[in-house]
């Protein structure tokens, strides 16, 4: 398992927007499963909606985003920097994300060559399927490496 304190030092997110609790599954180069309890403390519920919150799916989307740039730097532990999206494709949203529920994020390598990544992410809530999407992604290092 990959706690919150690593995760953090693998990617450069921070409150509010590291999107990824931890991660309870990783097979390197290959694929991870992270965990995001959403909570009504959540900063986009203020205004996602007052009166009925639900978590925004470009959100769910960078979650697995989170998940799969802790895979693409766990992989390869001698690299620090960022990962930056170069596309989102098939994107698809079938069930409202709210306050208590857990999300589940399962993202699996597609395709990797050299800082590139494609991955095929899916977001579950209670074994249902929420979100799917493709997602392609660059890292790119930082020359002196996090702080």
């Known amino acids: 398992m990959i706690e919150s304190k690593e995760i953090m030092e693998l990617l450069p997110h921070r409150f509010p927007f590291l999107l990824v609790d931890r991660i309870v599954e990783f097979e390197p180069g290959k694929r991870a499963v992270g965990i995001k309890n959403v909570t009504y403390n959540e900063p986009f519920f203020g205004g996602h909606f007052p009166d009925n919150p639900i978590m925004p799916g470009v959100l769910i989307i960078e979650a697995m985003a989170q998940t799969g740039g802790v895979l ?25 994300v709210t306050p208590g529920d857990q999300l589940r994020m399962v993202v699996e390598v597609v395709k990797h060559r050299m800082d590139i990544w494609v991955f095929e992410g899916k977001a579950y809530v209670n074994g249902q399927v929420v979100a799917e999407a493709k997602i392609m992604a660059m890292l790119k290092e930082e020359k002196e490496g996090r702080k």
Do not use: M
């Open 72 to 96: 693409a730097f766990k992989t390869f532990p001698e690299k620090k920097g960022s990962v930056f999206f170069l596309g989102i494709d098939n994107a698809r949203f079938r069930r409202p």
